[in-house]
């Protein structure tokens, strides 16, 4: 099966700048939609942003479009989430997902996307 591995959470002040990465196994990465969701506790799973399989086209939930943006690199497995002028309201975990069917645009619900990474914390200070 698939497997998802995210990196590059940590704790960081408001206004700074974090990477977020997920690498995948399998040679099928460049076949799949990628995105990345975050959820906060007691909180519902929202979605952040998604990228297409040929990366030609992304989409961002508001609150992040500007600062946020997503990346794939196809020869390394690895999709990216570059985060700057993070804020407080950015505190959650965040989960890296794919998405098998590249028929369709990525999706920004949560039960769309077919394998899930263990998540990354991300902790942003007043």
């Known amino acids: 099966q698939v497997q998802l591995v995210e990196s590059g959470g940590g704790l960081v002040q408001a206004g700074d700048s974090l990477r977020l990465s997920c690498t995948a196994s399998?040679?099928?990465?460049?076949?799949?939609?990628m995105g990345w969701f975050r959820q906060a506790p007691g909180k519902e799973r929202e979605f952040v942003a998604a990228?297409?399989?040929?990366?030609?086209?992304?989409f961002y939930t508001d609150s992040v479009k500007g600062r946020f943006t997503i990346s794939r690199d196809n020869a390394k497995n690895t999709v990216y989430l570059q985060m700057i002028s993070l804020k407080p309201e950015d505190t959650a975990v965040y989960y890296c997902?794919?998405?098998?069917?590249?028929?369709?645009?990525?999706?920004?619900?949560?039960?769309?996307?077919?394998?899930w990474g263990q998540g990354t914390q991300v902790t942003v200070s007043s």
């Open positions: 997902a794919a998405r098998a069917d590249r028929t369709v645009v990525p999706g920004r619900r949560a039960y769309h996307y077919d394998y």
């Open positions: 399998g040679r099928t990465f460049s076949s799949y939609h």
């Open positions: 990228i297409a399989w040929n990366g030609f086209t992304t």
